[in-house]
């Protein structure tokens, strides 16, 4: 599909939606269609490097999905710490930064270091930014610089009057990276789900009833010619 580069969101966020729908349609446990959504995952993110896509995010875990069944819960946490130990080969061929958005206490140690681990070493490169939302909240993000801003009056770094919407940006798990500008929700559902709440204060949103282990490329395509139209008039006229 012919694409108007000019056009392109600054950052895309990928609610990967759809995983246990796709598996249950086809009478497999919830577990495959992660499995599949997880492949999903690494064909968009080849092809938004491909095409020049600068910023990503993937919403790959809320804050709130540690309420499923713990055999779920787990089947997730494997396929994303399998992620961890190949993500080092992406960032470094393709010169990717890497960033995990939400608190990464409640992950295992071993899981822990990997992703700071990840962080540090992809700090510098600079052909796109790669952010995966794990035990992210929009609402945890904004109680998180909350409590910094606290901090940082205690310690005397800020005044009261100091306190202003680029503040709070800059304390945000997505500090290194803009705004959300076209925000893709798969499977047919209409809502945010606690997704980058701030951060998408003047997104765009593109549904589609496909649910996400079958998100194609072609799909991709759709969703970027559909915000090419759109007419942001961010409060103006
Ligand atoms: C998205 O797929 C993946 C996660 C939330 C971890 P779901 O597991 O929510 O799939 P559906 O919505 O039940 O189909
Ligand atoms: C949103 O999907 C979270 C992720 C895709 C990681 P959910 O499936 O958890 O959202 P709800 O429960 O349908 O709102
Ligand atoms: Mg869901």
Not at 21 to 39: D, I, N, S, V
Not at 93 to 122: C, H, N, T, W, Y
Not at 136 to 145: E, K, L, P, S
Request: charged share 30%.
């Amino acid at each position: 599909m012919l694409l108007n580069k000019d056009k392109f969101p600054v950052h895309i966020g990928f609610i990967m939606d759809g995983n246990g729908r796709w598996a249950q349609k086809k009478g497999l446990p919830r577990t495959f269609g992660h499995k599949e959504g997880a492949q999903a995952f690494r064909r968009i993110l080849k092809y938004c490097y491909e095409i020049g896509i600068k910023n990503v995010t993937f919403y790959a875990f809320s804050t709130e999905n540690w309420s499923r069944p713990k055999a779920e819960v787990d089947a997730i946490m494997t396929l994303f710490n399998d992620y961890l130990d190949e993500a080092g080969d992406f960032s470094d061929k393709k010169d990717a930064r890497l960033i995990f958005l939400g608190d990464k206490a409640p992950f295992s140690p071993d899981m822990r270091q990997k992703m700071i681990e990840l962080e540090k070493v992809s700090e510098n490169n600079d052909a796109m930014n790669v952010a995966i939302a794990v035990n992210y909240g929009g609402r945890d993000d904004i109680v998180y610089a909350v409590r910094s801003v606290v901090k940082m009056i205690r310690e005397g770094f800020v005044k009261d009057e100091d306190i202003n919407e680029e503040l709070i940006t800059s304390l945000l798990y997505t500090k290194n990276m803009p705004d959300v500008d076209l925000v893709i929700r798969p499977s047919g559902e209409k809502r945010l789900s606690n997704f980058m709440i701030w951060q998408s204060a003047y997104a765009e949103f593109y549904y589609t009833d496909v649910l996400w282990p079958d998100f194609t490329p072609n799909e991709l395509d759709k969703a970027l010619n559909d915000f090419a139209q759109r007419n942001r008039r961010f409060g103006g006229v």
